[in-house]
Each structure stands twice: as structure tokens, then as C-alpha cells.
């Protein structure tokens, strides 16, 4: 038998160990890119975005894809308070979440680094909902599209975080319930 030569036994582990990181990457690391749209109310939603239908059940939420771009958004409901007329919204990344419903949602940005002076952002960021302050980097938000996270609401933030050059924060978009438990279970 012929006697591999060094030089192709260190390209076979290259070509092993290159494989081997694409496999993790899909696997764990690749988020998937798509757009939620979020129905928190006890009624069915019939939303249309650019004539195409989409019917919502209570407290569920639905998984679309969407281009970059202006959108037309309308919802019909038998709840008349939640019945919207056409209203336009923009997407310009590739996630984020429509409000059809105009609710509140809480996006939370987790500080994390070596860099990142956490006391300074518990100390100096803070919101009030309902009477409650709550410390740290915490937007309230009603609009019916927002963009401005990294996880979405079907995402929990992980026990690790990678680090990112140009971010200090990974924001969340929670539910308001969602968000008071997890404010509770981690800050109280």
C-alpha cells in the first residue's frame, strides 16, 4: 500500500474540520430569517398583508416570510375594537414582528461583554409600565411592525451569548405577561 503523504493528510483534516464547523453553524449558530405576526388577544384575527390572507388563532402566533420593502396590512376580527383598517408598515431586516393588534410588547436588551458597564445601564436605563419601573434597557412598544431585536418572541435569549464587535446589547421582544415573569424570575 501507498504511504499518504503529509501534505494530504493535513488537507484531509482541514477538509474534515471545515466540514465539521458548517455542520455546527446550521445546526446551532444559523438563525433562521422570518417575520412573525403576533395575536395576544382571546379572538381570531383574519389579517391580510398585501392580499395575502393569513387567519390567526388567540394567544398564538404564526411564522410568515415577507420581502424587504413597504407592506399593506389589514385586520378583520369579530371584536370590533380590533377591526384596523389598510395601513402600511415597513421591513428593511430580515426579522421582525407585526402588531396587527396595536398591544404592548416590552424589548429587553440583555447587557453582555467584558466591555459592557453593566451598573451604568441598570442604573441609568429604566421604563415605567402600569406603575412598575423596571431597570435596565427596556423599550415599550405598540407600533404594528418592529424590527428593533435580535430574538423574536418563540426565541428565549441563550445561556451563552457570542460576542459581536458592534452590539453590547441582544435585545428581545417579549409579550408584557412573558415579560414580567422573566423581569421577575431574573431581576427580582
Do not use: C, W
Not at 398585501?50 to 404564526?62: A, T
Not at 418592529?146 to 441563550?158: V, W
Amino acid at each position: 500500500m501507498k504511504k499518504l503523504s503529509p501534505n494530504f493528510i493535513g488537507f484531509l483534516i482541514a477538509l474534515v474540520v471545515s466540514a465539521l464547523s458548517l455542520v455546527v453553524y446550521f445546526q446551532f449558530i444559523q438563525r433562521e430569517s422570518y417575520y412573525l405576526i403576533d395575536n395576544p388577544t382571546k379572538a381570531t384575527l383574519n389579517v391580510t398583508i398585501d392580499q395575502n390572507k393569513y387567519i390567526v388563532p388567540p394567544s398564538q402566533d404564526l411564522k410568515i416570510n415577507l420581502d424587504k420593502g413597504q407592506h399593506t396590512l389589514e385586520v378583520a376580527s369579530e371584536v370590533d375594537s380590533l377591526n384596523f383598517p389598510a395601513s402600511t408598515f415597513e421591513v428593511k431586516r430580515v426579522r421582525g414582528m407585526i402588531n396587527p393588534t396595536r398591544s404592548v410588547y416590552f424589548i429587553y436588551g440583555l447587557p453582555y461583554g467584558p466591555m459592557v458597564d453593566k451598573d451604568s445601564i441598570f442604573g441609568k436605563l429604566k421604563a415605567t409600565y402600569q406603575g412598575k419601573t423596571y431597570l435596565g434597557d427596556v423599550k415599550i412598544d405598540s407600533t404594528i411592525y418592529n424590527e428593533d431585536f435580535y430574538y423574536n418572541l418563540d426565541e428565549d435569549f441563550p445561556a451563552f451569548t457570542r460576542k459581536s464587535e458592534n452590539d453590547t446589547l441582544r435585545k428581545k421582544i417579549f409579550r408584557v405577561g412573558d415579560f414580567k415573569q422573566f423581569y421577575f424570575e431574573n431581576f427580582e
